[in-house]
């Protein structure tokens, strides 16, 4: 627009952004809650709602002879993780319906958060051998920067 107001499509663009990304990693939480949940023997095998993750993470750490019991306590350690990556994306996506002057800071800091998790992921499956996951955590990872970039670079900022 030339009388200085962001741009409808780039706040729309930005607020979508914040929106996909607190969803995103909240649907990851729900349903690794729910496959802890299912190891844990709280929820039937047969739960659809559970994410194959922790049994990744079990199939990852075997040829290292890692006991399930650490397998599991680490795949509780993710899940606060993302929980607290999503409860600070849902706060920047609140800050961005808002138009508040804190939405980049707390983007910039929930999005932080989510890429410091496949950033660890991507070591562990250098550590691992997990070549195959690393691609889709290297994926993931490159998805949060250019995230990072639009909502610097889009207008509405």
């Known amino acids: 627009m030339s009388d200085g107001l962001p741009s409808l499509s780039g706040?729309?663009?930005?607020?979508?952004?914040?929106?996909?990304?607190?969803?995103?990693?909240?649907?990851?939480?729900?349903?690794?809650?729910?496959?802890?949940?299912?190891?844990?023997?709280?929820?039937?095998?047969?739960?659809?709602?559970?994410?194959?993750?922790?049994?990744?993470?079990?199939?990852?750490?075997?040829?290292?002879?890692?006991?399930?019991?650490?397998?599991?306590?680490?795949?509780?350690?993710?899940?606060?993780?993302?929980?607290?990556?999503?409860?600070?994306?849902?706060?920047?996506?609140?800050y961005y319906l808002e138009n508040s002057s804190l939405r980049v800071g707390a983007a910039d800091t929930g999005l932080g958060v989510l890429l410091a998790i496949f950033a660890a992921f991507m070591l562990a499956d250098e550590v691992f051998h997990a070549f195959k996951v690393e691609n889709d955590h290297r994926a993931i990872a490159i998805f949060i920067l250019i995230s990072l970039i639009a909502l610097h670079v889009l207008p509405g900022t």
């Open 11 to 94: 706040v729309l663009i930005n607020d979508g952004i914040a929106l996909f990304w607190a969803a995103w990693i909240s649907i990851v939480v729900i349903t690794n809650i729910a496959a802890a949940l299912r190891v844990a023997g709280l929820l039937p095998a047969a739960t659809g709602l559970a994410s194959g993750n922790y049994t990744a993470i079990v199939k990852v750490s075997d040829h290292l002879s890692i006991p399930h019991n650490l397998d599991f306590i680490l795949f509780l350690v993710i899940i606060v993780w993302e929980t607290i990556a999503a409860g600070l994306l849902w706060r920047a996506a609140i």
